[in-house]
């Protein structure tokens, strides 16, 4: 009997629903409640359940284990009460411009709210029954300082989690608190394993674990460093958040309504070392790549895909425009982004085994042309301040270094310091989201004078935020002066025309 007959039109998708497994939904190949759980994951956004849960609900169809994964909102209550009603189950949409996949997955066990009972994330966290922590918690969420990766001890959160270990707010507090836990009751370790968009994504957590436990205690810190392990980890499919309109098109076609749907793109990687302390999911027989070092497939994904992405998203809003494949059918965006890739990034890329990088770019521009996934450019601009670091400014590091050209990473730094003056070439509002909006903000009123923006000004006060340039890029008069440059032009000709000025300065040493 096909799915469709099965479940009301206006049925919430629950267990009651996998009654039928026809029907143009791919259903769990197992039964999700005879599954325990062996994962915590802080951070079950979009991203999660369209990517490591994903692989998870593979692993466990072939090969079964108690890897069901204990879901954790560190800030709201969204997505519990879009999955706890439909017993953790939730389905997957994988599009592309010519047809879309449905899937149910079923590797989520329930969701908790950490603000509403930080006690129960603490004691599934230290659980014996927990093996892996992992996390997607964005930039923000790791209490940093993006441009030199050390703990901000001046963190609300943090200064909270250090007053109060017992209740904390943060993934820092949270994590440290359990191993404290686990620690007490000699439990075994379990793998924290960071899937952010981070350089050295688990050296980096590692480190500020260590900083912040220290803080608390002296032995616990060194307890964490000698028996933690912190994989690094490399995480690749772009996952646009899900609209009213997308869970309306789910129900016509799938006859139920699934309040927790995701959609991604059809392309999906995940690189991990393969460093575990106490067991993990079968992931490398569903599509994973467990490798001894991970750094180049990390730094090539984020300055390759992460980079040209967010120059995009800047540029892109400025102009006019609302969604990624908008942008992909304007020209002078598309040799924008050649220029950006072939020219600058790829020259400072060691080349990750068996992945050639010029080939990689130019699939990388296929996959922003998917008109299908509506991919909103707010949505990536969103905590510019937090990701330009990783995303462009290494970069910039390697190419000054080398004393190659950088126009178009100083025209992408340009857009978003136009960015964040909050409003585009037509004079409509933005809405900026960024930890550092009101900072920026003021930095741009005081740089007016007589109702006119000093640029030269502008610039020097953005640079002045050493927490995003660090204390060596805001001193760099080359590149001050290119990112002056190229703001001028933004401000007084608008994007396109800027664009359009690039590709001819640059037409000689750019890829058609």
């Given amino acids: 009997m096909a799915l469709e007959k099965t479940i009301d039109r206006h049925k919430r998708l629950s267990a009651l629903a996998l009654a039928d497994g026809g029907g143009r939904v791919a259903m769990p190949r197992y039964a999700p409640a005879e599954i325990g759980c062996g994962i915590v994951h802080l951070g079950l956004g979009a991203f999660h359940r369209a990517h490591q849960a994903v692989y998870t609900d593979s692993a466990i169809a072939k090969f079964g284990g108690d890897w069901k994964i204990v879901g954790v909102s560190l800030r709201k209550p969204d997505v519990r009460d879009q999955l706890n009603p439909q017993d953790g189950l939730y389905t997957v949409a994988e599009m592309s411009d010519s047809v879309t996949d449905y899937r149910v997955v079923g590797s989520i066990d329930r969701v908790l709210v950490a603000p509403e009972d930080p006690r129960a994330v603490l004691d599934a966290m230290?659980?014996?029954?927990?093996?892996?922590?992992?996390?997607?918690?964005?930039?923000?969420?790791?209490?940093h300082d993006p441009a030199t990766g050390k703990l901000n001890t001046g963190h609300p959160g943090i200064r909270h989690d250090l007053e109060e270990p017992s209740r904390p707010t943060t993934a820092l507090g949270f994590i440290t608190e359990s191993l404290a836990l686990r620690r007490r009751d000699g439990l075994p370790?379990?793998?924290?394993?960071?899937?952010?968009?981070?350089?050295?994504?688990?050296?980096?957590?590692?480190?500020?674990?260590?900083?912040?436990?220290?803080?608390?205690?002296?032995?616990?810190?060194?307890?964490?460093?000698?028996?933690?392990?912190?994989?690094?980890?490399?995480?690749?499919?772009i996952v646009p958040a899900t609209q009213p309109e997308d869970i309306e098109a789910l129900r016509r076609v799938c006859a139920y309504v699934d309040e927790g749907m995701v959609k991604a793109e059809r392309f999906s990687q995940w690189v991990i070392e393969d460093r575990f302390a106490n067991g993990r999911p079968r992931w490398e027989a569903v599509g994973v790549d467990m490798v001894d070092e991970v750094e180049p497939f990390e730094i090539a994904k984020l300055r390759l895909l992460n980079g040209p992405h967010s120059a995009l998203a800047y540029l892109g809003y400025v102009a006019g425009y609302?969604?990624?494949?908008?942008?992909?059918?304007?020209?002078?965006?598309?040799?924008?982004?050649?220029?950006?890739?072939?020219?600058?990034?790829i020259p400072t890329l060691r080349q990750p085994a068996g992945i050639d990088l010029d080939e990689y770019a130019d699939s990388l521009i296929e996959r922003f042309r998917n008109s299908a996934l509506n991919h909103r450019l707010h949505q990536i601009a969103m905590d510019g301040s937090q990701k330009m670091p990783q995303r462009w400014l290494n970069t910039v590091r390697d190419l000054l270094q080398a004393g190659r050209p950088f126009e178009h990473l100083a025209l992408a730094i340009a857009a978003w310091i136009r960015y964040v003056m909050a409003y585009d070439d037509d004079g409509a509002a933005i809405e900026v989201q960024d930890p550092l909006a009101e900072t920026c903000k003021q930095i741009e009123q005081d740089s007016i004078e007589d109702n006119l923006v000093d640029v030269e000004r502008l610039v020097d006060g953005m640079f002045g935020l050493t927490a995003v340039f660090g204390e060596d890029l805001c001193r760099d008069a080359q590149?001050?002066?290119?990112v002056i440059y190229w703001l001028s032009h933004l401000l007084g000709n608008g994007v396109v025309t800027t664009l359009k000025l690039m590709a001819e300065a640059h037409g000689r040493n750019s890829r058609p």
């Fill in 322 to 345: 609302r969604y990624v494949h908008e942008v992909m059918a304007d020209r002078s965006f598309h040799h924008y982004l050649k220029g950006l890739m072939h020219d600058e990034i």
């Fill in 126 to 143: 230290s659980s014996a029954d927990c093996r892996i922590v992992s996390l997607t918690i964005t930039e923000k969420g790791y209490c």
């Fill in 479 to 482: 590149l001050k002066s290119r």
């Fill in 189 to 237: 370790v379990p793998t924290i394993l960071c899937c952010d968009n981070l350089p050295s994504n688990g050296d980096t957590l590692r480190n500020l674990t260590i900083e912040f436990a220290a803080l608390r205690d002296a032995g616990l810190a060194r307890w964490i460093s000698d028996s933690v392990p912190f994989p690094n980890s490399m995480v690749d499919r």
